[in-house]
């Protein structure tokens, strides 16, 4: 069972920096470029989002066997989807520059992160400039997709209200059908329509109601954290400072996509150790005793300058180069619990024949999934055959249980065995799912 079903979608401006910020958290080589509109098709990537593994807490590392992702000593890393939406410019929900093509793209991804040019040395098209306000960009983007949802919904108004009233329908079954096709379910919407409260019938709504309305479905359909890339450039600090002061530091990051993208290559090229998310590395000259696969080699002078660059502007000032910070607080928006399905809950194996192998799979589900819609989730076959659900110390879970951080290690029980062949077309599915295949998403949580 892969993770793959929840997508992070990288968006902004032109040349803000999002496929530099894709290839920094993913293995992707997208193109990257100083001109605007650089990428024209969207890119893939896998990224990983880190928790810890149960493996650790019961002492089990050594049998620890991912099926996807990986775990380093209890620190599992779950791969997750990563889209870089092409440059989106003032105008785009009325069909500017590149248009609703890449507003369209939105429709896959379940958390956006709105990479912004805090320098401000790009204009709001992406081209070079000096002392532009970036502050703008974040009002921008909320309100051109804001713009495309109110006018896809406004265009047809009237027809929508007339079938409401014929079908008596009630609002969240309206608003499910109409919002559908943005990857969205009667539970979500169920949810924004609650926290807004609203009174007046659907029928009465005026415009400034609907804009709440789409303002409350957006919150809820598409949290956003915002990265203030570049910020190993100078003219970044001024307006750091004013754009944290306006927006809090709950949902803002500071990332510098170029220097992560740098580190992770020096990593890769084995001429430094990088330990990601940190500000530490380890050089050739730190090594005691390397083995011949972990020794690193020597960096040369004009390398050594940058890395020391990247230290002073970066690192040292900032803590990190907030790229998996970014990673981790998009992940969280999203309100997930991952899942760790085991044959049995005593040794936590996964059943695979002639293995020792624990805690293979695991998936992360939405926050508010019971135990039997997991089940339905994992395989239909386990839905069509349930039993009953257990835990640790062989607890028996109700159906309707919802699932948490203190039942996420999950056996469930079958009246049949499940044929072989079904797992080997599961493994299949989930191999398309970890290959940055995305048309063939399963999107269960929104689409239930
Ligand atoms: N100094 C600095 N430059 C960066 C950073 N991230 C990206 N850049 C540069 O910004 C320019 C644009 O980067 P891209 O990643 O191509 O930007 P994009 O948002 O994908 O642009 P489009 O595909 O045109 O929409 C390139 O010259 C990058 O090297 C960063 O963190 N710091
Ligand atoms: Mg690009």
């Known amino acids: 069972m892969g993770v793959g079903n929840f997508v ?6 032109p040349s803000a ?43 089990k590392e050594e049998f620890c066997q991912p099926k996807y992702g990986k775990c380093v000593d209890g620190a599992r890393f779950l791969p997750i989807e990563m889209l870089d939406v092409a440059g989106l410019v003032p105008g785009a929900s009325e069909g500017e520059g590149l248009g609703n093509q890449f507003l369209d793209d939105l429709r896959g991804a379940d958390v956006l992160i709105h990479v912004v040019d805090v320098s401000g040395t790009t204009d709001q098209n992406g081209k070079v400039t000096t002392g532009y306000d970036p502050i703008n960009d974040i009002d921008w983007l909320h309100s051109e997709i804001h713009n495309w949802v109110y ?35 009667a539970k979500l919407v169920g949810r924004f329509m609650d926290k807004l409260g609203l009174k007046e019938p659907l029928e009465n709504w005026d415009d400034e109601t609907l804009h709440k309305v789409v303002e409350a479905f957006l919150d809820e359909r598409f949290p956003t ?11 970044s600090g001024k307006n750091i400072e ?21 580190l992770r290559k020096l990593d890769k090229q084995k001429f430094i150790k990088y330990y990601e998310g940190t500000e530490f590395f380890d050089l050739a000259e730190d090594q005691v005793d390397p083995s011949p696969e972990e020794k690193l080699k020597t960096l040369d002078d004009k390398t050594r300058n940058r890395l020391e660059k990247v230290q002073d502007m970066v690192l040292f000032r900032y803590g990190n180069t907030g ?46 999934t019971t135990v039997r819609e997991f089940a339905r989730i994992i395989h239909p076959e386990l ?6 659900a257990e835990t640790i110390g062989n607890i028996r879970l109700g159906e309707d249980d919802l699932i948490t951080y203190d039942n996420n290690i999950i056996c469930i029980k ?35």
């Open 151 to 185: 006018n896809n919904l406004k265009k047809k108004w009237v027809g929508i209200v007339r079938r409401h009233k014929a079908l008596k329908c009630n609002a969240v079954e309206t608003l499910t059908n109409q919002l559908c096709g943005y990857g969205t379910n």
């Open 225 to 235: 954290i915002v990265a203030l890339n570049k910020i190993d450039l100078p003219e």
């Open 414 to 448: 079958t009246s049949q065995v499940i044929q072989k062949k079904n797992d080997d077309k599961k493994k299949d599915n989930n191999n398309n799912n970890d290959s940055n295949n995305s048309k063939d998403k399963n999107k269960n949580n929104d689409n239930e």
């Open 242 to 262: 004013k754009i944290c002061r306006k927006y809090g530091e709950e949902r803002v990051v500071l990332t510098s996509a170029l220097a992560e993208c740098f």
């Open 383 to 388: 839905d069509k055959y349930y039993q009953y």
């Open 17 to 59: 920096g999002k496929s530099s910020f894709l290839n920094s958290a993913t293995d992707a080589v997208a193109k990257v470029g100083n001109y605007p509109f650089t990428t024209i098709k969207p890119n893939h990537g896998i990224t990983y989002y880190q928790i810890d593994c149960p493996c650790k807490k019961y002492h």
């Open 8 to 13: 992070i979608g990288v968006v902004g401006k």
């Open 323 to 368: 790229v998996v910070e970014c990673i981790r607080k998009a992940v969280k928006c999203l309100n997930v619990i991952p899942v760790f399905p085991v044959k049995n809950v005593n040794n936590f194996s996964s059943g695979r024949f002639g293995t020792k192998a624990v805690f293979s799979d695991c998936l992360l589900v939405p926050g508010g």
